[in-house]
């Protein structure tokens, strides 16, 4: 819990220091990935910096049914943003879709005008995310996430300041409802969305898929939330599902128990088992730093000074080979293709046309510290996401894009 005094105090030394069975008739909340960010080094340094705050565990940093429905969301190549409506008459709002966080909050672009829905509950928000930040008056509001998919009553948070948010209005928070707690001067936690949808009976279990696609344009509308289950025809085959690890701090998020080895299930190992956490609200494929170290061992790339990814020539990524993410007993192929940057976009992240540049990248420090990859949105591209906070288990299956060569 905070004090008003606290807010503005804290502020000005920050800016000084600088399977479930779909219903007959499921809604979807279609996606749009949004590529917003200049520069492959602001892009590593946002993911790092987030990567670096959710090492620092969530709880700690911020104390100081029926069926389905599913809405649509967009990929740029940094953001996957859901166009949301808050209000009545409604606000359209573009919200980034982020697992590591379950605030939904607003007015970071557009701005928020109360209507006779909205309530100021006289609360303050404070929410941090490692590479931005906003506070501002808790409201609760009717949030109409698609077509029949409207919660009457749900806490949003109405931005007086944001900061790292260029390009979007706020967040649309669908990860563990824990990471709410002590997140307004009010105190408690917040039911995030998921949660309403569920209490409210329009959804029969507290589930999200999620669908991303890999993309060589800058923004496109090609994603899809599913709430209360999975759209079955977003993948292939079975979706596996794991329990949420128990190794903190990655067990406060969507965390998973995972290895990655290089050329076959049982190839060289790259990073022994460990945790780690899927997360949409991160770009890259980022691993700890001794792994990575192995990683560009193996496959001879160098660290690029213009982008600050690494770098392939043409003859090594011809003999680059799948990555393979193992987890509770299932092997997850992760192609030469899907470990590199969509090569038509290089030139946005000041990168040479012609070159091959690796998203996966580095975390930040080495292995044992209970939180050693970030699964981003690179590899979620690649493989359905069911995140069942009813039930703490994970799920991944392959898609159509799973070997595809769209990079």
Known sequence: MFSKLFIPVYLALLIAASPVVVRNSPVNVQLARRFNVT???????????????????????????????????????????????????????????????SNTWVGAGTPFTPTDTSTDTGAEVLVEYGSGLFFGEE?????????????????????????????????????????????????????????????????????????????????????????????????????????????SPSNEFVGVDQSITYGSANGTTILAETAGIADTGTTL??????????????TGAVADPDTGLLKLSTAQFANLKSLFFNIGGQSFEFTPNAQIWPRSLNTEIGGDTDSVYLIVSDLGTDSGEGLDFINGFAFLERFYLLFDSGAKQVGFAETQFTFATTN
Do not use: C, M, W
């Not at 669908?174 to 995030?192: R, V, Y």
């Open 285 to 298: 494929l980022l691993i700890a730093s001794d792994a990575l170290a192995t990683y560009q061992n193996i």
């Open 139 to 247: 409201f609760i509001d009717q949030v109409a996430l698609s077509d029949g998919l409207t919660i009457p009553k749900q806490s949003i948070g109405v931005a007086e300041f944001a900061e790292g948010f260029e390009g979007v209005d706020g967040i649309l928070g669908i990860g563990p409802t824990d990471l709410t707690d002590d997140t307004t001067s009010a105190g408690g936690i917040i039911p995030t969305v998921t949660d309403n949808l569920f209490e409210a009976g329009i959804i029969g279990a507290k589930q999200v898929g999620i669908s991303f696609e890999p993309t060589t344009s800058e923004s496109i509308t090609n994603g899809e939330l599913t709430f209360g289950g999975v759209d079955t025809s977003k993948f292939n085959g079975t979706l596996h599902t794991f329990p949420i690890t128990t190794t």
């Open 39 to 101: 520069g492959g080094k602001n892009v590593l340094a946002a993911d790092q910096a987030r990567a670096k705050f959710l090492k620092s565990g969530a709880k700690s940093a911020r104390k100081a049914a029926s069926g389905t429905s599913s809405i649509p969301a967009t990929n740029g190549a940094v953001t996957y943003t859901a166009a949301i409506e808050v209000g009545s008459p409604p606000t359209v709002f573009n919200l980034l879709v982020d697992t590591g966080s």
